[in-house]
C-alpha cells in the first residue's frame, strides 16, 4: 500500500494516531504526512532499523523522528548498502534454485522503492513457485529457508545513535524475535538502555497476554516509554489489519503523550504531533 492510501485507511477506520515505521527507509512519510494534514490522524513520522543480533532478529523502531536529519540520511544509506548487497545473492541463489525471479522483477514490484525480500516473494507467487507470502518465507526466504542469505547489519548502538540524533524515540520492536527471554532478555534491555533506548513494545499482534505482562515490567524496572503497534504490513501479512493487528489488539491511547514528549527534536514539520 502506498503511504496515502494507509492514512486515508487509518482515518476511515477511525485511528486516533499512526506511526510509519518502513524498514531503512524514510521516503514515504514526506507523503504521508502531506496526506495526514487537515485530517483528525496524529501523523508519528518514523523508521524501523534491523540491528545486529546473534541470536534472533533486532529492530529499533525510531518514533517522532526529524526525518530529514542528515545525520539519519547517511545512516539510512549505509542501511540501504547493505540491502542493495544482499539482493542480488537472494536473485541468484533463486536462479540457482530453478526459479526464475530476477532483481529486476522484484524492484518492479517495489514500484520504486527499497526492495526487499517480500518482492521477491511477491515475484515468487505471481510465477507458481511458492503458495503464498508464508510458503516463501518457510521454505525459501526466511532463516530457515533453502535461499535465505544473511544481510548485514548496523550494530544496535548505531541505530539507537542514529535515531536519537534524529530527535526520535528509539524503541526495542518485538521483543519476542530478538531470541531472548527471562533473565537474559533483561540483561539484553539493560544494554540497549545504557545504549539510550527509550522504550520498549508491550503492545503487539504476536503477543500473548504473559509477553505483555512480561515487557511490561521491563518498562517500569528501565523507566521505559510503552508502545504498540500491529506490525501491519499489508499483503505480506493478510491476516494483520491496520489497528486490530489479528482482531484483538487494543494499543490504549494513554501511550501516546509520553512517546512524544519523550521526543528530544524539534517538531519541524510534524505538525499533528506538534499540536497534541
Known amino acids: 500500500m502506498s503511504p496515502r492510501s494507509i492514512v486515508e485507511l487509518a482515518n476511515k477506520i477511525g485511528l486516533k494516531a499512526l506511526a510509519l515505521t518502513d524498514h531503512d527507509t524514510v521516503a514515504g512519510l514526506d507523503e504521508a504526512i502531506d496526506a495526514a494534514t487537515g485530517t483528525d490522524l496524529i501523523l508519528i513520522p518514523g523508521v524501523e532499523l534491523s540491528a545486529l543480533n546473534e541470536k534472533g532478529s533486532l529492530h529499533i523502531v525510531g518514533l517522532h523522528i526529524d526525518h530529514e536529519n542528515p545525520h539519519l540520511a547517511s545512516g539510512l544509506k549505509r542501511a540501504l548498502d547493505m540491502r542493495n548487497e544482499r ?15 530476477s532483481l529486476e522483477d522484484a524492484a518492479e514490484l517495489a514500484g520504486g522503492e527499497v526492495v526487499g525480500r517480500p518482492h521477491f516473494a511477491h515475484a515468487m507467487v505471481e510465477r507458481g513457485y511458492a503458495k503464498d507470502f508464508k ?8 532463516k530457515n529457508g533453502v535461499a535465505y542469505v544473511m544481510k548485514e547489519r ?3 548502538s ?3 545513535g542514529l535515531i536519537l540524533g534524529a530527535g526520535g524515540v528509539p524503541i526495542l520492536a518485538h521483543p ?3 531470541g531472548l527471554d527471562g533473565e537474559d532478555l533483561d ?6 538502555v545504557d545504549m539510550g533506548l527509550k522504550g520498549i513494545e508491550v503492545f503487539c499482534s504476536s503477543y500473548k497476554s504473559h509477553l505483555t505482562a512480561q515487557y511490561t515490567r521491563l518498562a517500569r524496572k528501565y523507566n521505559l516509554v510503552r508502545s504498540g503497534g500491529t506490525d501491519f504490513h499489508g499483503t505480506p501479512k493478510p491476516d494483520i489489519k491496520l489497528g486490530k493487528g489479528f482482531g484483538s489488539l487494543y494499543v490504549p491511547d494513554e501511550l501516546l503523550e509520553p512517546i512524544l514528549l519523550a521526543s528530544a527534536g524539534t517538531c519541524g514539520n510534524r505538525t499533528h504531533p506538534a499540536r497534541y
Not at 510458503?135 to 526466511?142: M, P, Q, S, W
Open 154 to 156: 548496523l550494530a544496535p
Open 158 to 160: 548505531e541505530c539507537i
Open 87 to 101: 539482493n542480488p545473492r537472494i536473485a541468484r541463489r533463486l536462479e540457482e534454485l530453478g526459479m526464475h525471479v
Open 135 to 142: 510458503d516463501a518465507f518457510a521454505r525459501f526466504l526466511g
Open 187 to 192: 540483561t539484553f534491555v539493560g544494554q540497549l
Open 176 to 178: 519476542d524475535q530478538t
